[in-house]
């Protein structure tokens, strides 16, 4: 069966197509392979692989899947030699099907949104993405949330590679099919949010205190343990959620903390 799958994604190629632009890019000067695969090596035994935890690392030159951390057979029930020989086909044949469509829509987004900015800007670009696996053989379908930044940027500031850092939800969110966002910093130093709910450039501006809480929230502090550190009242901790709620576009503490996932606050 293995064998009769991997004969039949090297003939279709009916998923890398959507990423032909892509490979159009006119790259310049792109690392060789096997330094790339050797520093993300290092990187995986850096931060350790734990369960529910993967990355990968797509290669636009030839629209391929350069890297990935093989505990993904585990989890997909794809075998890891498939991800080797057609890792693009392979990793889209296991999105579920009805997130297809939007995640093809979503990579043009991004396609064109990174060509529209600076070189600065475009080292400070990253989106994140919801979207559901489905299992090979049981047909078990799971949730994903992936955290996605450009890996190297070639020096005609083309998106040469990326990196995905993947992990599995444990509860499905409130999302029913495939969600995502993007940001950036301006040259300004002014953080950009684009979201599939909100698909327009949204400035975002959180205040010092506002900082604070979004750390204790990413750290997974509950709201009166947020009011000890910070010294702050409950009633104080509730506004700034709600305000952080507010300027960030989300509809609920569980869609701030994905579009969280995605900045850097320091």
Known sequence: ???????????????????QNWADQEFKKVPELSEVIRDLENLSHT?????GLYIAC???QNLNLAFFTENAEDLTGYPADMFRQKGMETAFTMIHPEDRPELFRFQEIV???????????????????????????????F???????PYFIDQNGNFAMDLHVIVRLMAP???????????????DGQRVMVSKNQPVDTPVKLTKKQKQVVKLILAGYPSKDISEKLN??????????????????A???VDMMKILASYDFD
Do not use: C
């Open 58 to 60: 797509f290669d636009y």
């Open 251 to 253: 509809r609920n503490v």
């Open 143 to 149: 949730w994903m949330l992936g955290r996605v930044k």
């Open 1 to 19: 069966m293995d064998k009769v799958l991997l004969k039949n994604l090297k003939k279709q190629n009916k998923f890398t197509k959507f990423f």
């Open 232 to 249: 702050i009242s409950m009633n104080t901790v509730g506004t700034h959620r709600k305000n952080i709620l507010k300027k960030l576009g």
């Open 47 to 51: 931060i350790g692989i734990q369960e």
């Open 111 to 141: 396609f064109r949104a990174f060509h529209q900015l600076s070189m600065t800007e475009k080292r400070s670009f990253e989106f994140s993405y919801t979207t559901r696996w489905v299992h090979r053989t049981s047909l078990e379908v």
């Open 173 to 187: 969110p409130k999302v029913d099919s495939y969600d995502w966002n993007y940001t950036y910093v301006k040259d």
